[in-house]
């Protein structure tokens, strides 16, 4: 349902990472938060620059990934959003310092900043009405990664750690449709308000 980058495993240290961790409520993860800028493969072997943002309210999230063709962010090649209702359900069994939550996709939108057709149809964006500068919803056209666009509620958990300054959602490769994730990912998101 809403994208996000899904990371490996992460290895909780011993004693002072667990001691270090808090118990994630509602209240703590309100608020926007950032990624730093990610290198990411292009389908035609290059690199390009991501960044990515979610912002929760009391009863709303929302997360955007835009891409940019340079380090310094000046090209950008598109940008995908995502927002809901999202509602939490108390600590995430299994993974310490964690709080399960519910999210329900209210839209996903595509809109692209530049005329490469090529690149939309390596994404799965073929079959949208792709137009420059106009967000479009791509809920019935996407056909393929990187975007997860389904209609079920995400069973999902996010940790908020680090003195509430990072936010980390759920990990793993699993059906989110269907169970839990039972680990938190690397991708981190900074409190920027």
């Known amino acids: 349902m809403l994208l996000?980058?899904?990371g490996a495993a992460l290895c909780?240290?011993?004693?002072?990472a667990t001691l270090a961790m808090a118990d994630t409520n509602p209240d703590a993860v309100i608020g926007t938060w950032q990624t730093e800028v990610a290198t990411v493969p292009t389908p035609d072997g290059g690199t390009a620059y991501q960044l990515m943002k979610t912002a929760f309210t009391e009863d709303q999230q929302e997360i955007s990934v835009s891409v940019f063709a340079d380090p310094q962010l000046e090209m950008q090649l598109f940008e995908y959003?995502?927002?809901?209702?999202?509602e939490p359900q108390g600590p995430?069994?299994?993974v310490a310092g964690a709080m399960a939550i519910n999210l329900t996709n209210a839209y996903s939108l595509v809109t692209i900043f530049v005329d490469a057709p090529d690149l939309?149809?390596?994404?799965?964006?073929?079959?949208?009405?792709l137009v420059i500068?106009?967000?479009v919803d791509i809920t019935d056209c996407v056909n393929g990664p990187p975007f997860t666009v389904t209609?079920?509620?995400d069973l999902d958990i996010v940790m908020v750690d680090q003195d509430g300054q990072r936010l980390r959602y759920g990990g793993g490769e699993v059906d989110r449709c269907v169970v839990r994730p039972t680990e938190v990912s690397t991708v981190e998101y900074f409190r920027t308000e």
């Open 4 to 6: 996000r980058a899904l």
């Open 151 to 153: 209609d079920c509620v």
């Open 120 to 129: 939309w149809a390596a994404i799965g964006l073929a079959q949208c009405p």
């Open 92 to 94: 995430a069994a299994g």
């Open 81 to 86: 959003s995502s927002a809901g209702p999202w």
């Open 133 to 135: 500068g106009v967000a």
């Open 12 to 16: 909780l240290t011993p004693l002072t």
